[in-house]
């Protein structure tokens, strides 16, 4: 994964999109050649195996799934066309407000 997504670089170099990679020698090129189905059940697996290895308190475990989550979450973003500015503009919005208040104004 050396070529995939870093949360801790700014605005566009979020995108981890490898510029005419092959699908058949680049991991991320080919998530994206499968399309945001497959790349969403990823994100999926990986969070349950993330959730088990938090579970089982093993923390190279949850670590290394951490890791694959973040991964796969940050490829299905890109996928979707959200940067990391959208979600960190999301994050402001939010600062300041009580969850429970934040989550019954979603409701109304």
Do not use: N, W
Request: glycine share 6%; hydrophobic share 40%.
């Amino acid at each position: 994964m050396a070529h995939g997504p870093r949360p801790d670089r700014p605005a566009r170099s979020d995108d981890p999109r490898p510029q005419g990679a092959d699908p058949a020698t680049s991991y991320t090129a080919k998530l994206f050649a499968r399309g945001r189905k497959k790349i969403a059940q990823k994100v999926g697996e990986e969070a349950v195996e993330t959730v088990i290895a938090a579970l089982v308190e093993d923390k190279a475990a949850l670590v290394g799934e951490a890791t694959d989550l973040v991964f796969h979450l940050l490829v299905l973003l890109a996928e979707c066309d959200v940067t990391l500015d959208d979600i960190r503009a999301e994050i402001a919005r939010r600062e300041g407000v009580s969850g429970i208040d934040e989550k019954a104004a979603r409701k109304a």
